[in-house]
């Protein structure tokens, strides 16, 4: 028996895909192939009896960033459809009770949706100043999906933060190249407050899971600025310095 295995990547990539075929008689020629979506497969099954064959075919590991889904049926294409029982679970293409002939297996992969996680940050005391923390911030992707189907494109849209919070860019699909990221900008803050959204100049979006970033904002007091984080890092390591000096002294 031949059964015959193609591959359909919803969004055209072009990678590699392990398949397997396990069987429990008969002779199989190879146990395992790498598949495309433009180069199928074959495998041959020999050395069994008739309605005797039962068979599974499926892919691992799915490829990260996709879902998977099965079709199968006889294949008549060349005027031998096979005879037996077929069908698709969650584990792959199903044949059993095969007597002989041909058949196939489709196995379809659908990119799924991320996200990007902006969080936002803010130092010092604006409640007791009579500051609110409240920001807005813009947001752009490049070569990302908006369906898993879909042809790259761009996007964007605004973000909004009220104190130490989080919004996100739902419902993208990042490209198979590894090339899809966005840029975020706060467009809105108050005067007094120091923005530093660095992190947020070039986020990756990967098909292993989108991407995060953060932006943090400081507040001025009257031209001088409270302590950011950076600045933060530093006193620490500037107040750890000194101690051990000090130890080093009366020690």
Known sequence: SYFRVTKDFTDDNPGEVDVFIDCNTGLILDQTKTITEEDGVIFVVTSFDSGE?????????????????????????NGNPGVGVYFTDAEGCQFEEVEGGDFYCTIVNEVEPTEVVVNKVWYGEFEANGLSRFAKASYSCFNVRTSPSGEPTSVSGE????????????????HWDGESYCTIDE?????????????????????????????????????????????????????????????????
């Not at 068979?55 to 294409?77: K, M, R, T």
């Not at 973000?159 to 990042?174: K, Q």
């Open 53 to 77: 064959l039962n068979c599974s075919i499926f892919e691992n590991p799915i490829p990260a960033g996709y879902s998977n889904e099965y079709a199968v049926g006889l294949d008549d294409s």
């Open 159 to 174: 973000l909004f933060f009220e104190g130490d919070s989080s919004d996100e860019i739902a419902d993208i699909f990042p």
């Open 187 to 251: 467009t809105y803050v108050d005067d007094a407050v120091e923005q530093d959204d660095s992190e947020c100049g070039n986020i990756p979006v990967l098909l292993t899971g989108g991407g995060t970033c953060t932006i943090y904002n400081t507040l001025f007091l009257e031209g001088i600025p409270t302590l950011n984080h950076k600045a933060l890092v530093i006193l620490a390591l500037l107040m750890l310095g000194m101690g051990l000096v000090g130890f080093r002294r009366f020690s």
